[in-house]
Nanobody
Framework: QVQLVESGGGSVQPGGSLRLSCAASRFTSDYPVIGWFRQAPGKEREGVASINYFGDATLYADSVKGRFIISRDNAKNTAYLQMNNLKPEDTAVYYC???????????????WGQGTQVTVSS
């Protein structure tokens, strides 16, 4: 069992930045990938970014490429999502999850956090 806790969400104006954190009880070799997903009101959950255990393989949704950066610190059992130049359409609940491969497919992920709200509004 792995527990994941997201933090760092909040309200920000368009063009602003936030850094989300995902603290894991442990990283495991069975599920070495960390993914960030988001769900906006009335929409399905979608993949945002994914990173492998060593941090040398990443994947981003087209909508966030060039604005978001995923990273991890395995010594701290923590992953991050740096979000820059935020837009109103980035408003959503953001979730982190552990998975088996670097993808945007939810079924490749097993343990999920409870989510943190990000609101981008002027």
């Amino acid at each position: 069992q792995v527990q994941l806790v997201e933090s760092g969400g909040g309200s920000v104006q368009p063009g602003g930045s936030l850094r989300l954190s995902c603290a894991a009880s442990r990283f495991t070799s069975d599920y070495p990938v960390i993914g960030w997903f988001r769900q906006a009101p009335g929409k399905e959950r979608e993949g945002v970014a994914s990173i492998n255990y060593f941090g040398d393989a990443t994947l981003y949704a087209d909508s966030v490429k060039g604005r978001f950066i995923i990273s991890r610190d395995n010594a701290k059992n923590t992953a991050y999502l740096q979000m820059n130049n935020l837009k109103p359409e980035d408003t959503a609940v953001y979730y982190c999850a552990t998975g088996i491969r670097v993808t945007m497919r939810e079924y490749d992920y097993n343990y999920w956090g409870q989510g943190t709200q990000v609101t981008v509004s002027s």
